[in-house]
């Protein structure tokens, strides 16, 4: 098991979704308000949403494309510029990318039922960017599926923990604060997404 990539999928993973994000937090604690919720429970139930999506992606996306005839390496071509592309709006926007659903914060909007299942869970947590990561990790190697599936995990332990425990400090973080470290974040998943678009296209000219 290569421990540089297990890294780098934790950490692009942990990118991507940021359960940490003050502006998630304020919106979960609103939404277990108005439903008057538990606070343990619905953490762990956002959790648990979180990890069955990305784990699914993370155990089948490979397996779907290839029955769609994707090729692999192509996926990992288009994986790279889509992580690269959010990192770099993270980079200068300083804020979640909008492909991971950040226009829906900004609307506040609660969505169907307590709002726990759409839009915190998908997809503001585990949006389109973070799944089409996960297809990619688990496609890049042998041992991509394990990494993908360990960032997973710690997506959902992370989620839980800044839903339960750390909303009442990171909800007071400044957003001067808060911006600077989405961009910091922005800057290391950019050069993640980099390199997954050049493995992949190293990987599919040495394929043909």
Wanted: a neutral charge; one cysteine or more.
């Amino acid at each position: 098991m290569d421990i540089f990539a297990l890294v780098q999928a934790v950490i692009a993973l942990l990118v991507i979704t940021a359960p940490p994000d003050p502006a998630k937090i304020l919106l979960f604690n609103k939404m277990i308000e108005e439903a008057n919720l538990p606070r343990s429970k619905s953490a762990i139930k956002v959790a648990l949403i979180v990890a069955a999506i990305l784990g699914g992606a993370a155990l089948g996306g490979a397996q779907i494309a290839k029955l769609m005839g994707i090729d692999l390496n192509a996926f990992s071509v288009v994986g790279g510029i889509v992580v690269a592309g959010m990192g770099f709006e993270m980079l200068y926007g300083g804020a979640v990318s909008k492909t991971q659903g950040q226009q829906q914060i900004q609307k506040d909007a609660p969505g169907e039922g307590d709002g726990l299942v759409m839009p915190l869970s998908i997809p503001l947590i585990a949006g389109p960017g973070a799944i089409v990561t996960c297809v990619t990790i688990s496609s890049s190697s042998a041992h991509g599926m394990l990494a993908a599936l360990a960032g997973v995990a710690s997506v959902a332990a992370l989620t839980f923990v800044s839903l339960n425990w750390l909303g009442g400090f990171l909800a007071s973080v400044p957003a001067r604060t808060t911006a600077l470290l989405l961009r910091i974040g922005g800057m290391l998943l950019a050069t993640i997404g980099m390199q997954m678009l050049l493995g992949g296209l190293k990987k599919f000219f040495e394929a043909t």
